[in-house]
C-alpha cells in the first residue's frame, strides 16, 4: 500500500515537472521568461522548454498593433480658449523586454505623452487654427510620440484626433458667423443670378433688335429690289405691247389699203365712207359742232380725177401706184426689238430671290454671355 501511495506521488511530480517545462506561446505574442527573478530570455511563438521552479513568465506581450482611445482632454489654445479634444493612437509592441523593464505601464505613459504633447502643440495654435490643421497637428504629435517612446521597445504608427469641442459660447457664436455667411453668400448669389438674368434679357433683346432691324433691312433691300425689277419688267411688256400694238395697227392700215387698192373704189364710194367716219369723229367731248362743206363732192371728184383714170363708161376710177416690195412685212420683228419679248426669268431677280430665301432660312446664333466667376 506504501509502494503505491509513492508511486502516485512519484507520477504527480513528473506531471507537474512536464508542465512547468513546456511552454507554448501563441501567434503575435510574446513572453518575458525570468530565472530567478533575472531575465533570461524572449520566448517565442511556439513549443518553448523551461526549468521548472527556476524560470517563469513575467508578462505575456501582445506584438499586434492595438488601438487605444484616450478619453477627452482639455486643452488651453493660444487665444486662452479651452476646447476638448480626443485622440486616437495606434502603436504596436516591438521589443517586449523594454516594454516590461523600460517603463512600468507603456499604455498610461502612451496615454500621458500625447496629452501633454497634445497641449504643447495646441496651444501654439489659435482655435481656427486648431480646427483646421488636423493633419499638421497629427504628424506633428506623431513624430514627437514615435521618437520618445522608441526606448521603451514601442513603434506610434498614427495619431488622430477623433473630436475637438470648443466650448458651448464659442459653438454658439460660431453657428451664428456660419449662419451669416451663408445668409451673406446667399444674398450675393441671388444678386448675382439677378445680374445674370438681367445681362440675360438685355442681351436678348439686343440680339432680337438687332435680328429685327437686319430683317428690317433686307425686307426693305428686297423691296426695293423687286420694285425696280417689276419697274423695269413693266417698262419692258409696256414697250412691248406698245411695239406690237404698232405693229397691229401696221398690219391692219396695210390691209386696208391692200384692200382698199384691190376694189378700186370711185368718187360716190369714197363720199360714203367718209360720211361714214363722221360720227366716229364728232364723238369726243371737245367736237360740238361739225360743217360740212357744200362742195364736197366736187372736192372728191378732183381728188379721184387727180390720183384715177377715167374708165370705159366715163368713170373715174383710183389706180393703185406699182407695188414696192423693199419694206419688210409688218408681222416681221427685228432683231433689236428680238429681247423684248423674251419670257425667260431674270438671272438677277433669281439669285435675288435665292439670297433672300437663305437669309430667311439662316438659323438665328444663340446670344454669348461670358459666365461669372463662382463665389467661394
Known sequence: MAELIVLVVVVLLVLIVVVKAVMVVPQAQ?????????????????????????????????????VVSFPPQPVITQDNLTVSIDTVVYFQVTDARAAVYEISNYIVAVEQLTTTTLRNVVGAMSLEETLTSRDAINTQLRGVLDTETGRWGIRVARVELKAIDPPPSIKDSMEKQMRADREKRAMILNAEGTRESAIKTAEGQKQSAILAAEGEKQAAILAAEA?????ILRAQGDRASQYLKSQGQAKAIEKVFAAVKRSKPTPELLAYQYLQTLPEMAQGDANKVWMVPSDFGKSLEG??????????????????????????????VEESVQSWFDTSTNPEVAEAVRAAEAVARKEVPPANVSQPPEQG
Request: glycine fraction near 6%.
Open 30 to 66: 510574446s513572453a518575458v521568461i525570468e530565472r530567478l527573478g533575472r531575465f533570461r530570455t524572449v520566448a517565442q511563438p511556439g513549443l518553448n522548454l523551461l526549468v521548472p521552479f527556476f524560470d517563469r513568465v513575467r508578462a505575456r506581450i501582445d506584438l499586434r498593433e492595438q
Open 227 to 231: 420694285d425696280r425689277q417689276s419697274s
Open 303 to 332: 381728188f379721184a380725177r387727180m390720183l384715177g383714170a377715167q374708165g370705159e363708161d366715163g368713170v373715174f376710177r383710183y389706180e393703185p401706184p406699182q407695188e414696192h416690195t423693199d419694206a419688210p412685212p409688218a408681222e416681221d
